[in-house]
């Protein structure tokens, strides 16, 4: 199945300011999505990451505050933008197979604390 | 609208003994299902999966999940549990006709020894 290496894999930002975290995958893949788990909550999908087009975000979140880029079908970033406490949450890419090895990979996560 | 639901938040079973992890689901077409283990900051680790065919699914680590369309249940188990199973589960499904992957609240597992 794919590989995914995700950076960085935590970081601490000051308030108003903004991340910017990478995915990428050894293979080409269509479906790339991103996540957010919140302190001691399960993953909530951000958005689905669209290769040569806009994302298409889930109700709850919005371009301006999470601007992602998918420039190929291996490679992706999420920009968490003016950013705030409530912002602290571990963020995950995730893609999806065909095939054999059909199902959804995730990378290891990027684990954010804005202070 | 797909959903899934993990009644339990916690379980605690001793080593040696058969471990299970509850799962049902919601969804409008036929259900893709899937078991994730998460481990102390890290990612998320794949189990096993329920696309079609045999309803008992086997998985790593000695997992396996049973698929009961009626109930609408995808519950996961181990015979013999392992102190080094003890982590943060994770159910999802996803929509036959949607890519989109909904994920149950988790369940954390303690093993002791």
């Known amino acids: 199945s794919a590989v995914i290496s995700q950076k960085p894999s935590r970081d601490i930002c000051q308030r108003g300011t903004s991340l910017t975290i990478q995915c990428q995958v050894d293979s080409q893949v269509t479906m790339m999505f991103w996540y957010r788990q919140q302190p001691g909550q399960s993953l909530t999908l951000i958005a689905t990451?669209?290769?040569?087009?806009?994302?298409?975000?889930e109700s709850g979140f919005v371009i301006d505050k999470f601007p992602i880029s998918r420039p190929n079908l291996t490679f992706s970033t999420l920009t968490v933008s003016n950013m705030s406490p409530e912002d602290s949450s571990i963020y995950l890419c995730?893609?999806?197979?065909?095939?054999?090895?059909?199902?959804?990979?995730f990378g290891s996560g990027t684990r954010l604390t804005v202070v | 609208a797909q959903s899934v639901a993990q009644p339990e938040d916690q379980v605690n079973v001793a080593e040696g003994n058969p471990l299970t992890v509850k799962c049902t689901y919601s969804v409008s077409g036929n259900p893709y299902l899937f078991w994730y283990v998460q481990y102390p900051n890290r990612g998320l680790q794949f189990l096993l999966k329920y696309i079609t065919g045999d309803n008992l699914v086997k998985g790593s680590y000695g997992f396996e999940a049973e698929f009961n369309k009626s109930q609408t249940s995808f519950h996961l188990k181990k015979p013999s549990a392992l102190v080094s199973d003890s982590a943060l589960y994770f159910c999802a499904v996803r929509d036959g006709n949607d890519y989109k992957l909904s994920f149950g609240a988790g369940t954390t597992v303690t093993v002791r020894a």
């Open positions: 995730s893609v999806h197979e065909g095939g054999f090895h059909y199902g959804y990979t």
């Open positions: 990451a669209n290769q040569g087009s806009e994302a298409t975000y």
